[in-house]
């Protein structure tokens, strides 16, 4: 029986607008990779609705979120294309 191996994630588009409701997709993010055993987790891109939309309320919904990640054992890669670049940060949040 085949296993999955990562939890793919695109188009979050967290903003001031829908802090509740991205937390509630993050939630369920982190129950489904634990419920199938799967301890990584990839954002690939537009985890933000734009540049202006990063409030201090949003950055910390995130940073909550992400640490929320961590404390469930998850390994996160974000990874975004913008003018021909990829960017991909690694977090390892494990002890």
């Known amino acids: 029986m085949k ?10 588009h967290i ?5 509740e409701d991205f937390v509630l997709n993050w939630d369920e993010m982190l129950e489904q ?14 985890l933000f609705t734009n540049r202006s939309s990063q409030t201090l309320d ?11 990640a961590g404390d469930h054992g998850m390994k996160l890669f974000i ?10 940060i690694s977090i390892s949040l494990r002890s």
């Open 3 to 12: 296993r999955a191996v990562l939890l793919l994630a695109n188009d979050l």
């Open 15 to 19: 903003d001031k607008e829908n802090i």
């Open 33 to 46: 990779a634990t419920v199938n055993n799967v301890d990584r987790i990839v954002i690939g891109g537009d």
């Open 58 to 68: 949003v950055l910390m919904t995130v940073k909550t979120c992400i640490e929320k």
């Open 79 to 88: 990874a975004t294309l913008h003018v021909s670049l990829m960017l991909a």
